[in-house]
């Protein structure tokens, strides 16, 4: 019973994100390290999934391990200059051979539909083709990079015809240029391209471990540009493949989000599941770059009242919150207003009038992978305009454990007598919460 209910509230809960991702392109990056984890199958899997969703895919996938064992296999190896490898042409036949090989093994994995696999009647159609002019890299520092190659253009269009009609678009790491060549490229570099010409809703870079992690080791749930910038700069000081890998993973992040892809997700290979987990849940299972968390500001209706006792309940329950009904909530939702990510509701507050000179700022609360970005400050000022336009000259806030957050955001130690009358008379002693008050001029 408790296993079914939490099924089926995980299943309900998935529902705005269901609604959110239908018919939005997703470009993911599956790095040729990726396509070599015991994971794969399972990744395969999700990626069948989120098609029948209607999610429109496009896949990337690299081949760098596999084109290194190859060559080494000849007894060749790739160079390599300013952390560029060079394409010989002497390798051009293995890279081609491998590239091609994986590309067909991964049309099989895709096309798999036997009636016990997660797959069976999702009748995936799979289209690969010419969709990537490339030019070479040219000559630097007097080093010639041959068959390296270089993104000219994404046919951005013919992919989109191809999502369109409902199939999935399959690209490799090989571009073809209008000399009728074939350049080696890199998969990251053709995955933020597709997904800027694209405009697509997210790019997904798969990694070897959960996302971005700070320097003590913990996961970095969502992170600005700033963020972004400061940790690949610190990875880029470590040597280790894992290190060098999410700080290229990083840097493609950076340069599809300045480039107008508002959500780049970085999610492990790894881990089973990490990319449901993901995509359809709040809590998430890697790191997200994204630009709009500050623009999704409104008020609350009655159809948020569940979003937000979800938000609430962790809080409630621990007691920094004082309890809601859900009745409660629907019948003080105008007092309310959040902020929503991707049909989520990742952050609230209230304000209550309490007199004709006095409001109360109550049941302000951010989702754990969300703090630290300022939404709390922003929900405060916006809260603290609409007061001031309703006239209210004292705003205050009663509080147990956060205190200090609110007196660097201007307000003063105050006491239960300052309150309005009315609002003294329901001040629970018990819970001897701090008044705090902020004069708005
Ligand atoms: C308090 C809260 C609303 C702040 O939201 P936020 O979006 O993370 O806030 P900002 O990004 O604007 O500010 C973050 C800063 O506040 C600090 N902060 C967070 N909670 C704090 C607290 N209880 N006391 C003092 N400082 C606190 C953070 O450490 C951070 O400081 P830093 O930037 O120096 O690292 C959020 O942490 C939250 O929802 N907390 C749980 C619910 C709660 O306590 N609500 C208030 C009930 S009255």
């Not at 060559?71 to 490898?85: M, P």
């Not at 269009?157 to 073809?176: F, P, T």
């Not at 480039?259 to 999610?267: N, P, Q, S, W």
């Not at 609230?348 to 009038?353: H, I, Q, S």
């Amino acid at each position: 019973m408790t296993e079914n209910s939490t099924l089926i509230d995980w299943f309900r809960a998935s529902t705005s994100y269901i609604n959110a991702h239908r018919g939005k392109v997703f470009v993911v990056l599956l790095s040729g390290e990726a396509l070599e984890d015991d994971n794969l199958a399972k990744i395969i899997d999700d990626l069948s999934l989120l098609h029948s969703l209607g999610a429109k895919l496009v896949l990337v996938h690299g081949a760098r391990p596999q084109i290194s064992k190859a060559l080494a296999a000849t007894g060749k190896e790739l160079r390599y200059h300013r952390n560029l490898r060079i394409t010989e042409t002497d390798c051009m036949a293995t890279v081609r051979e491998t590239v091609g090989d994986l590309s067909y093994w991964l049309d099989g994995l895709l096309s798999m539909g036997t009636a016990n696999s997660p797959m069976h009647g999702a009748q995936l159609r799979l289209i690969r083709g010419n969709f990537v002019t490339a030019k070479p890299v040219g000559i630097h520092d007097g080093i010639d990079f041959h068959y390296t190659g270089k993104v000219r253009k994404i046919h951005a269009q013919a992919i989109q015809k191809q999502l369109d009609e409902g199939n999935l678009v399959l690209l490799s790491n090989l571009g073809y240029s209008l000399t009728g060549e074939v350049f080696n490229l890199s998969a990251e570099e053709i995955a933020t391209e597709a997904a800027i010409a694209l405009n697509a809703e997210k790019l997904l870079l798969l990694l070897p471990t959960a996302g971005v992690l700070d320097s003590d080791g913990q996961q970095l749930p969502s992170l600005n540009e700033q963020d972004a910038v400061a940790n690949m700069e610190r990875l880029q000081q470590f040597d280790d493949e894992q290190s060098s890998c999410i700080a290229q993973a990083l840097s493609a992040a950076l340069h599809a989000y300045r480039h107008g892809v508002h959500r780049t997700h970085l999610i492990s290979f790894k881990d089973n599941g990490a990319l449901l987990q993901e995509l359809f849940t709040r809590e998430g299972n890697g790191s997200l770059l994204s630009s709009d968390s500050f623009d999704l500001l409104r008020n609350a209706q009655v159809a948020d009242v569940p979003g937000i006792l979800n938000l609430i309940k962790p809080l409630e329950d621990n007691g920094t919150l004082v309890e809601r009904s859900r009745e409660r909530l629907e019948n003080e939702i105008e007092n309310f207003k959040l902020i929503e990510l991707e049909g989520s509701i990742i952050a609230c507050a209230a304000l209550y009038p309490i007199s004709e000179d006095a409001a109360e700022l109550a049941c302000i609360a951010i989702h754990p992978n969300y703090q630290k970005q300022k939404l709390g400050s922003r929900l405060l000022q916006s809260l603290e305009s609409e007061a001031r336009s309703n006239g209210v000259k004292s705003l205050f806030v009663l509080t147990t454990v956060t205190s200090h957050w609110f007196i660097e955001h201007g307000f003063v130690e105050s006491s239960p007598e300052a309150l309005p009358e009315t609002r003294q008379k329901l001040y629970n002693f018990q819970r001897n919460s701090k008044v705090l008050c902020k004069p708005l001029g």
